[in-house]
């Protein structure tokens, strides 16, 4: 048989009975962000649902518009559509197991239907897309907060989905690009982007807005061990160095500079990063030789990215633009040729594998290379060897990474530490501000 969006070779025998499967298709188990449009001072701009589901579990909206100026934060709009179900077959379901879903999830349609019921579950977080019993808006009095639940326990994490064109009908296969209403099946509420006093939300109303549903990777054709887009990693330099930045004694200036550094620090949330791709459809495809990435330092939230005055260095989101923080793999540094590669739909080849594929990181806009400056001689004396990264027009023989992947629980915790670190600095900077006003002695 052949597989959707990757066209693979099959015996001869079974040739005739072969099905060609769209690749615009949706299939169960792919992963899919959720994007709007809405008009805000006369010009339209884009949005992916999103949700942290550390500390907060209400679901919010993502600005996407400014892409390539401010890196969305893709890896908290994923949701994975881990089953769909006719409606009916949803009301037996629920009817039989006495609201316990755990029964149906070996079932269900393959393929999305028009008219059918979907249970997304968050990716990252591993809970339910779900109507909430609780409302905050302040304009909408019948309408529910949308966010996360644990469990997919009863009918408030299924929602229906309906086509927005009369050009598609119920039961009709959703199409990647179509433009979709989802309506909540225990509120019969649609998802829905609202703006109240200038705040812009998602919850469950009466009223309608129209979503586009955007794979990001097909979980049926991941090939196990190659890099994918969106993945976390350690990039190791020869056994012992890996990319890093200074511990968190340090200033956060000092935070900011790159190292190769060798020790524990291997072992450390320091030293993990996540690979964004430039783009929103696809961006968890296998990664091929030459795609352009950012890479995102987990416990910073910043980008390794190359500025005009200090080089190398780590730079806020808010300033890391595509020019400045656009990065590719490279199996050599051999000169190739500079045609840019369209950008492939689907999940394309596996070419980056873990552990084995030697990669050598070039900046795309300049065409340097990621490499190494000279020890500091006193850093020798006092600890672990470190030695400042840089770009560089050659660099040196030994320039390539390893890349090592690193657990999703390691991962989260890492998310975690970021959060917690940016909530106790807003803490301790409001508290300072208001001694200075007092005329107390603020916290260091």
């Excluded at 209403?181 to 919850?203: A, C, F, M, P, T």
Aim: charged share 25%.
């Amino acid at each position: 048989m052949f597989c959707h969006r990757d066209v693979r070779k099959c015996p001869v025998k079974t040739l005739k009975y072969a099905v060609f499967v769209s690749s615009e298709d949706i299939f169960k188990d792919d992963e899919v962000v959720l994007q709007c449009v809405a008009c805000i001072q006369k010009e339209n701009r884009k949005f992916c649902l999103s949700a942290e589901g550390l500390g907060n579990r209400l679901c919010y909206l993502e600005p996407t518009s400014e892409a390539k100026y401010v890196p969305p934060d893709l890896c908290i709009c994923n949701f994975v559509l881990e089953q769909s179900l006719s409606v009916r077959a949803l009301q037996e379901m629920l009817a039989k197991t006495g609201q316990n879903n755990d029964a149906a999830h070996g079932g269900g349609h393959r393929t999305l239907l028009y008219g059918h019921a979907i249970l997304l579950r968050h990716s990252f977080s591993g809970m339910y897309l779900t109507c909430l019993k609780t409302s905050r808006s302040l304009t909408d009095k019948l309408s529910f907060d949308v966010g996360l639940q644990e469990d997919s326990t009863g009918e408030a994490c299924w929602w229906t989905i309906h086509p927005a064109s009369k050009q598609r009908s119920e039961g009709e296969k959703v199409r990647i690009g179509d433009d979709l209403i989802l309506v909540s099946v225990s509120s019969e509420r649609y998802l829905h982007l609202s703006i109240s006093n200038g705040n812009i939300q998602v919850d469950a109303s009466f009223m309608q807005t129209l979503w586009n549903v955007h794979p990001t990777c097909s979980g049926s054709n991941v090939e196990e061990g190659y890099l994918l887009g969106g993945h976390v990693m350690r990039l190791f330099h020869g056994h012992d160095e890996v990319l890093t930045i200074p511990g968190s004694d340090q200033s956060e200036e000092q935070q900011r500079i790159v190292n190769y550094e060798t020790g524990k620090v291997g072992a450390k949330a320091r030293s993990l990063w996540r690979l964004e791709p430039l783009r929103i459809s696809w961006c968890g495809s296998h990664i091929r030789w030459g795609q352009p990435f950012r890479l995102r330092h987990l416990t910073t939230g910043h980008y390794l990215a190359l500025t005009e005055d200090r080089g190398l260095v780590l730079q806020d989101r808010e300033k890391s633009d595509t020019a400045s923080t656009a990065l590719c793999f490279r199996a050599s540094k051999e000169k190739l040729e500079s045609s840019p590669k369209r950008d492939i739909e689907g999940m394309g080849v596996a070419e980056i594998k873990y552990g084995d594929s030697l990669c050598f990181v070039m900046h795309m806009a300049t065409g340097l290379w990621l490499s190494y400056q000279a020890p500091d001689v006193k850093s020798t004396r006092l600890g672990p060897l470190k030695r400042r990264a840089c770009l560089h027009a050659e660099g040196h023989m030994d320039d390539g990474f390893t890349l090592q992947r690193c657990q999703h629980e390691e991962s989260r915790a890492a998310r975690i530490i970021r959060n917690t670190t940016r909530l106790f600095s807003r803490f301790i900077s409001s508290r300072n501000s208001v001694l200075e006003v007092l005329g107390r002695i603020p916290l260091s």
